[in-house]
């Protein structure tokens, strides 16, 4: 079961730069469009748990809404604080216009 993929989202729902929230598998993960290319990673901020979903997508550099910390989408790691430790990021797969969520790639659950 850890390593299906999971519907998360369409493809037309997501133009390049779009930030969207999903549920797979019981976490809350969010979904980005760096230039077509998509990216899923927990959508929970880990310095004190604001949706990075609703915060912006420049490049592919999240900013959590709260205060200000930034995330890479790819990687999950810190770019700027207050958080110091990273999101987890989850493998993505386009099949037709679904955009699937697998497995975690990396970081913390
Ligand atoms: S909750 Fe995200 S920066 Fe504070």
């Known amino acids: 079961m850890e390593n299906e993929f999971v519907p998360g989202a369409k493809v037309g729902e997501m133009a390049p730069g779009d930030?969207?929230?999903v549920e797979a598998r019981?976490?809350?993960v969010a979904l980005?469009?760096?230039d077509g290319q998509h990216y899923a990673f927990g959508d929970t901020c880990t310095h004190m748990e604001c949706s990075l979903s609703d915060g912006n997508l420049e490049g592919d550099v999240v900013e959590c809404p709260c205060h200000g910390s930034?995330?890479?989408v790819r990687?999950?790691?810190?770019?700027?604080g207050p958080a110091q430790q990273p999101v987890p990021v989850y493998a993505v797969r386009?099949?037709?216009q679904d955009i699937l969520?697998?497995?975690k790639k990396a970081g913390p659950a």
């Open 70 to 72: 930034q995330f890479n």
């Open 101 to 103: 969520i697998g497995p």
């Open 19 to 21: 930030l969207k929230l």
């Open 75 to 80: 990687t999950g790691a810190v770019e700027d």
């Open 94 to 96: 386009i099949q037709g």
């Open 26 to 28: 019981g976490q809350m």
């Open 32 to 34: 980005a469009n760096v």
